[in-house]
């Protein structure tokens, strides 16, 4: 849709034919809501955009207090997109949650998210981007035709492939939602039990604005539970789904920008900036596994010897790192004219696609509390006067396998994430300075995130009936 402002949103609501107009916002949970309204006319439609609606902020909210739980939601026009899934003709719009004396509610994830980036950029002079991958499994009735080997889907075409028409109606829609997609495929995981199939496929982003790239991934998933209920499909982001099989994460990819321009490479290499940063990673890497890990199930994933990160290092192109520096266009050989014979050679950069990657987290994330997460710490690191020792000290070589048997010494030496909730809760209450520092997050949701990762019990291990945490 494009809307820029609300002038323009009316209009397309009324040259459309618009019949529902829904608010969409995030509470605690991190799954998007929704409240309804039919539009009856101009007026009507104004009032409502302009005055935005109350809510419960005590049912979105744990920690907010019953006697004094009314929120207002108020719409922020430029994110209006036409409903894809809805049978009547719908607009959709994101909203911000409002106070009872008009100021933004300082206990919103989306609210942390944005006053994040804000400190990071009035202390960095850059602003952050990011992109994420999600990772989920299709689950469905086997019907036996065109097997994979277990554990070998990776990139298979259709007919091996069996949901990459669901995959690809997904990633349509999410497009028109806003979503700027980079790419989809088939990933590793497949296996076949007590006649199911279940399918591994991953749905990656491009890097936009940390706030945006926040708000693509909660309408994504959103857009693809509703496909899945529609077709009679299970999905799930859940990270561990059966022992023994291929997880799924939703890693995070980070850039930093100035002025519009990327600060990534030079030279050939990544700069020191992007060095701090992941110094900021490794010192704050346990307890990030608050935000991006905040279920047992996430910690079944998160086992030695296996592609999952437990160590805190970083790499070039390594996989088994908890930070990873991929591949970054930055050789000057233009590959594309050796693969056409005949093409003239084009002297272009292609660096500013350079990233680097935060392993760790999961679909039982809310995400607009992890990205915030992720821009304290990376803000920590342009903070550390010794980031560039840490980022040497913590730097494992290409190639090197880290759960190798012959690394156990390498293994010994670096520090090893939380093995559960409780150890995650442990180390945010050792690094809780990095996260409210600035008035970022607020003490009580921090505390109220610490009681919640103690309080889990064993029943909350079982996958079967963990398998739509996420």
Avoid at 122 to 127: E, I, Q
Wanted: aromatic share 10%; charged share 25%.
């Amino acid at each position: 849709m494009n809307i820029k402002n609300k002038a323009e949103l009316v209009r397309y609501c009324l040259d459309n034919q618009i019949e529902i107009l829904n608010f969409h916002y995030c509470g605690w949970d991190g799954r998007l809501k929704t409240l309804n309204f039919v539009i009856r006319d101009e007026e009507h439609l104004l009032n409502i955009l302009e005055a935005g609606e109350r809510v419960d902020g005590s049912s979105l909210f744990p920690f907010v207090e019953a006697g004094k739980s009314d929120l207002y939601v108020i719409p922020r026009y430029c994110t209006a997109f036409r409903d894809p899934v809805a049978s009547v003709p719908t607009v959709g719009v994101l909203c911000s949650f409002f106070n009872r004396d008009g100021q933004p509610f300082q206990g919103s994830p989306e609210y942390v998210l944005r006053r994040a980036h804000s400190v990071f950029r009035s202390k960095t002079g850059l602003d952050m981007q990011t992109m994420g991958e999600l990772e989920y499994y299709i689950i469905s009735e086997d019907d036996g035709l065109y097997p994979v080997a277990d554990q070998r889907g990776y990139h298979e075409s259709a007919p091996f492939n069996k949901f990459a028409d669901f995959r690809v109606e997904a990633v349509r829609m999410i497009t028109q939602v806003g979503g700027m997609v980079k790419y989809a495929h088939s990933e590793v995981g497949n296996f076949r039990l007590h006649g199911n199939i279940y399918e591994q496929n991953e749905i990656e982003f491009l890097p936009v604005d940390i706030e945006d790239a926040a708000d693509q991934l909660v309408l994504a998933k959103w857009i693809m539970r509703r496909l899945a209920y529609k077709h009679g499909l299970t999905i799930t982001f859940a990270p561990k789904i059966t022992a023994g099989k291929a997880g799924s994460g939703m890693h995070v990819h980070c850039k930093f920008t100035r002025d519009g321009k990327s600060v990534m490479i030079k030279d050939g290499d990544i700069t020191d900036t992007v060095r701090r940063a992941i110094a900021g990673y490794m010192d704050a890497g346990t307890s990030l596994t608050a935000f991006g890990n905040p279920h047992p199930l996430a910690f079944m994933r998160l086992v030695p010897n296996q592609e999952a990160p437990t160590s805190l290092c970083w790499s070039h192109s390594n996989r088994s790192a908890l930070v990873r520096v991929p591949l970054g266009w930055t050789g000057k050989v233009d590959m594309a004219s050796i693969c056409n014979p005949g093409e003239e050679p084009v002297d272009k950069d292609f660096s500013d696609k350079a990233t680097f990657e935060w392993r760790a987290s999961d679909g039982t994330a809310n995400v607009y509390l992890l990205m915030a997460a992720l821009c304290a710490a990376a803000r920590h690191g342009f903070e550390m006067p010794d980031a560039l020792e840490l980022a040497r000290r913590t730097y494992v070589g290409l190639g090197v396998d880290i759960h190798a048997a012959g690394n156990t010494a390498l293994r010994a030496s670096l520090e090893q994430l939380p093995a559960s909730c409780d150890q995650a809760a442990d180390e945010l209450e050792k690094d809780r300075s990095i996260y409210t520092a600035e008035g970022v997050f607020q003490d009580a949701m921090l505390d109220y995130l610490i009681k919640t990762l103690r309080s889990f019990t064993h029943e909350d291990c079982d996958i079967k009936e963990n398998l739509h945490i996420a």
